[in-house]
């Protein structure tokens, strides 16, 4: 198996998102033995947001990494087990609302596809970026 | 879906067609384009005197001239205009605006000195930014992290350093500080919240502005299309470092640093609007309350004397924060907005009610934006083809109108155009 960052750019689909672990300096953290559940919005995720949002984002680090930080939870946990709860702390430190289980739908973003296993976690693929609030 | 039954389910139904509060007239987009245009030059100078106080002054013990800027803030670059701009939302200039600059130099009298200007009053009244920032700095709690930074002990540390560094060698204020430490502290707790409504109004400017230009080219038709400029802007900047530093003999402090991720949207944008634009206090002067009769609510959420619930005629009264805000506006009226206020009411008369009442139907045109913004940011495109998600979609701005049900609301009162 892969890290969830090696398997994330193995999928072709997570441009933007790879691009902006490395601007927030979160590289390291991502590919410590963690485990970690990291919600990955797909390329067209990003480019849905309005024009300029990425970029100043991108152009100051810990702002952007406490947006990301809002995508990963602490601990692997399975599509099974998340639809457990109402929702789960991320290391953002705000609430991940699991708002439905069929579809699968984490906050305001669908699963597109869920439970990918990594060495160090699992990903899922969502949507849409979430925002904490 | 079923239609709405909320009392205001014409505007929800609206809100859910993509539009604003406010009816989508060709007379509302001319008052709110025209006055964004005369709230930005003044704001240019809030936001520019609101760093210039919370990184310069500081805790100058007698800060009387903390209203008289110096030129470096003036040609300090906005951020987001002109052409040095990584993200330019405005064309215009990066320094102060020339007609603020014009304004200060003449005022309503004539060109004198600053000082002379400032005694007579005859300048921007930064009281009102102050009011504004005290709204925050007293509501506190309205989401986001920037509060409870302010009681940490990293920020103590960091304020601690820099009061120390600022009264370096003055024995009576280090004694002072060694006395009441708290009373130190809250001051520059409160001059976070400067720096955090000055890089506030720093964006709003340049967004103002440009769309001003923009109505002005005929490029901006519709309220919709304002209230749609308004959410992308909301979200080019939502990620804008909130910070606070402190210049002392040339060296910064960093009392809130860049590095905390302290965000424009979150520590700044929605507390400014729920403490500014719902909450505020009771302005003296106007209206007697009684707190034992339950006049004024126990609960600070509940208060409800920002401009979406204003009477504007009473808040019209001398000296205080609103009217100062109007008086500031009418030094910078578009001339379709001064030929309009002459044609109703009791024409120039009256002039700084009609353009409050102008404001509040604007400000209603900026809490949509900031609802929609909110509504596409935590849940779901109004095109979206799932039955629960347009019931949340529903719901959402259902909560969000319940807000205005009290009696003192105005949503009902912009939906008409006599209300002036």
């Not at chain 2, 605006?97 to 009053?121: Q, S, V, Y």
């Not at chain 2, 709690?141 to 920037?146: H, S």
């Not at chain 2, 965000?263 to 400014?272: Q, S």
């Not at chain 2, 000296?319 to 030094?331: A, K, N, R, V």
Request: aromatic share 12%; charged share 20%.
């Amino acid at each position: 198996m892969a890290t969830i960052l090696e398997t994330a750019a193995a999928a072709g689909m997570f441009t933007t998102l790879l691009a902006a672990v490395d601007a927030a300096g979160l590289r390291t953290a991502l590919e410590g033995p963690g485990p970690f559940t990291v919600f990955a919005p797909v390329d067209e995720a990003f480019a849905g947001l309005p024009p300029g949002t990425v970029q100043t984002l991108v152009d100051n680090p810990p702002q952007l990494a406490r947006i990301l930080k809002y995508h990963v939870l602490s601990g692997a946990h399975r599509r099974e087990e998340l639809v457990s709860r109402p929702e789960w702390e991320s290391l953002e430190g705000a609430p991940i609302p699991i708002r439905r289980a069929d579809p699968f739908e984490v906050k305001n973003a669908t699963v597109i596809n869920p439970d990918v296993p990594c060495d160090n976690g699992v990903i899922h693929i969502i949507n849409r970026v979430i925002l904490p609030g | 879906m079923k239609p709405s039954t909320h009392r205001f389910a014409d505007v929800i139904h609206r809100l859910e067609a993509g539009g604003s509060m406010l009816p989508d007239t060709p007379e509302n987009l001319q008052q709110i384009i025209g006055i964004y245009k005369a709230y930005a030059v003044p704001m240019d100078f809030y936001w520019r005197d609101l760093l210039y106080i919370a990184e310069q002054v500081f805790l100058q013990p007698l800060p009387a001239f903390k209203y008289v800027i110096s030129q470096a803030y003036l040609d300090r670059p906005n951020s987001y205009a002109g052409a040095q701009s990584k993200l330019p939302i405005w064309r215009g200039t990066e320094k102060a605006h020339p007609e603020l600059l014009a304004f200060m130099e003449r005022g309503e009298t004539r060109p004198m000195p600053k000082i002379l200007h400032h005694l007579w009053h005859d300048r921007v009244n930064m009281e009102f930014a102050e009011a504004c920032m005290q709204a925050m700095f007293w509501h506190q709690g309205m989401g986001g992290r920037f509060n409870d930074y302010l009681e940490s002990e990293a920020y103590r540390i960091n304020a601690d350093r820099a009061i120390k560094a600022y009264f370096q060698g003055n024995l009576v204020m280090l004694g002072l500080y060694k006395l009441f430490p708290d009373m130190f502290l809250e001051q520059v707790r409160q001059l976070s919240y400067y720096a955090n409504l000055g890089l506030f109004w720093e964006v709003m400017a340049p967004v103002f502005f440009e769309m001003s230009d923009l109505y002005d080219e005929g490029k901006l038709t519709s309220v919709p299309q304002a209230m749609d400029f308004l959410v992308n802007g909301i979200f080019a900047v939502a990620g804008r470092p909130i910070y606070h530093h402190v210049f002392i003999r040339g060296e910064c402090f960093e009392i809130i640093p860049k590095g905390e991720g302290f965000t424009w949207l979150y520590e700044a944008a929605l507390p400014y609007v729920e403490a500014v634009f719902y909450r505020t206090s009771p302005f003296r002067g106007t209206k007697s309350y009684n707190a034992q009769a339950d006049q004024v609510p126990a609960d600070q959420a509940e208060f409800h004397y920002g401009i979406l619930y204003a009477d504007v005629y009473p808040v019209g009264s001398a000296g205080i924060p609103p009217t100062l805000l109007m008086q500031d506006m009418l030094h910078f009226l578009p001339p379709y907005l001064q030929a309009m206020y002459r044609t109703h009411k009791r024409g120039e008369e009256d002039q700084l009610i009609q353009l409050g009442i102008t404001f509040q139907r604007s400000m209603y045109n900026v809490t949509s934006a900031v609802i929609q913004a909110l509504r596409c940011a935590l849940l779901y495109p109004l095109d979206d083809t799932d039955p629960e998600h347009l019931l949340a979609n529903r719901q959402f701005f259902e909560a969000q109108m319940d807000r205005f049900l009290r009696p003192e609301a105005r949503l009902a009162d912009i939906q008409t155009s006599d209300y002036r």
